[in-house]
């Protein structure tokens, strides 16, 4: 009697449908009403076409040209420069140049010192309200006046202050014996121009640095605190190894904007001087704006204007790849 043996048969994978066209693909991948989010974000999207983009790009086109009085009316009649506007405003051993150069070097010093006073007044305003106690509603009320006020209106404030004869600082200073009467010092003019527009800024500027830190504070929790007191940690070694690391990514943020607010600001040395700003307050953005729009050299004045936004972007970038590199050590 012979036994056969038959091997198991081994089941593949089922079969495959045929592979369906492209297009009917597409459309099983398609959910209902996927074209929804494409018309919300629409609007927005034509409107920052036509309110930035397109200006961008015609201030750009604007650069190359010798676009000034004579030719504002027909502006395809103005000549073509190149890189001309460009060679004159980085030509520093011209009039022109060097004035850009002293502008720009005006706009870092003012920069540095509102930015730096600032975050520091509003570090410091939050950590000392970041505990409970009587009052601190009324301080917090307080210290954001500056950044409630209309801006026009508080540097019209400021402004009338800073008058020699009928200004509340001179008034205050002569009472303290600090200048006599018939010699007050000007705020508006000569050197003392930049430290009125620094002082100013940093009343508009330093509230925001303090709402930010504010609400950064809440998210660090109490429990770091109390376990570092234990330890022996006084307020300060607090400060430096507890709030500094937990505020890292607001600091980020806050020392950015910042920075461009403050560098790219018109609107205090314009309504401050009344557009007759003296040199120690020759603020870019107001040199930008007198060389177009009162030298009407608008060629010139996009020309700067594009320097201007090349430079913010290297710095802008540099400050982010170092940012995040540091975030990337330290995770």
Same mark, same amino acid.
């Given at each position: 009697m012979t036994v056969t043996t038959e091997k198991p048969t081994i089941a593949g994978p089922p079969a495959r449908p045929a592979a369906s066209s492209g297009s009917q693909r597409a459309k099983k991948r398609r959910l209902p009403g996927w074209w929804l989010p494409l018309v919300l974000i629409a609007p927005a999207v034509v409107l920052e076409l036509l309110i930035h983009v397109a200006p961008m790009l015609v201030g750009i086109w604007m650069s190359f040209i010798k676009l000034t009085q004579l030719y504002i009316a027909n502006w395809?009649?103005?000549?073509?420069?190149?890189?001309?506007? $460009?060679? @004159?405003?980085? #030509?520093?051993?011209?009039? =022109?140049?060097?004035?850009?150069? =002293?502008?720009?070097?005006?706009t870092c010093l003012f920069t540095i010192v509102v930015v730096g006073v600032s975050w520091s007044f509003g570090m410091a305003a939050a950590v000392a309200l970041q505990r409970s106690f009587f009052g601190r509603g009324v301080l917090r009320t307080?210290?954001?006046?500056? $950044?409630? /006020?209309?801006? $026009?209106?508080? +540097? +019209?404030?400021?402004?009338?202050?800073? =008058?020699?004869?009928?200004?509340?600082?001179? &008034?205050?200073?002569?009472?303290?014996?600090?200048?006599?009467?018939? &010699?007050?010092p000007f705020w508006l003019i000569g050197s003392n121009a930049l430290p009125s527009v620094i002082i100013v800024a940093i009343w508009r500027t330093w509230p925001f640095a303090f709402l930010m830190l504010m609400?950064?504070?809440?998210? +660090?929790?109490? #429990?770091? $605190?109390?376990?570092?007191?234990? #330890?022996?940690?006084?307020?300060f070694r607090q400060w430096r190894s507890v709030t500094?690391?937990?505020?890292?990514? @607001?600091?980020?943020?806050?020392?950015? /904007?910042?920075?461009?607010w403050t560098f790219n600001d018109f609107n205090t040395p314009f309504i401050l001087f009344g557009g007759n700003e003296p040199p120690a307050g020759d603020l870019i953005s107001i040199h930008i704006y007198n060389t177009s729009f009162v030298n009407l050299n608008f060629g010139f004045g996009s020309a700067m204007s594009v320097l201007l936004l090349l430079f913010l972007l290297v710095v802008t970038g540099i400050y982010l790849f170092i940012s995040n590199r540091r975030s990337d050590d330290n995770a």
């Open positions: 395809s009649a103005a000549p073509f420069l190149g890189f001309g506007n $460009y060679s @004159v405003s980085l #030509d520093f051993s011209g009039p =022109q140049g060097a004035a850009l150069l =002293q502008s720009f070097l005006t307080l210290f954001l006046i500056p $950044y409630a /006020v209309p801006m $026009y209106a508080g +540097i +019209i404030a400021w402004k009338f202050m800073f =008058q020699q004869q009928t200004g509340v600082i001179n &008034h205050v200073l002569t009472s303290l014996h600090l200048t006599s009467a018939g &010699h007050e609400a950064g504070l809440q998210s +660090i929790p109490e #429990d770091l $605190y109390e376990a570092a007191a234990l #330890d022996g940690a006084k307020p500094l690391p937990g505020l890292g990514g @607001v600091n980020r943020v806050l020392l950015l /904007v910042l920075f461009l």
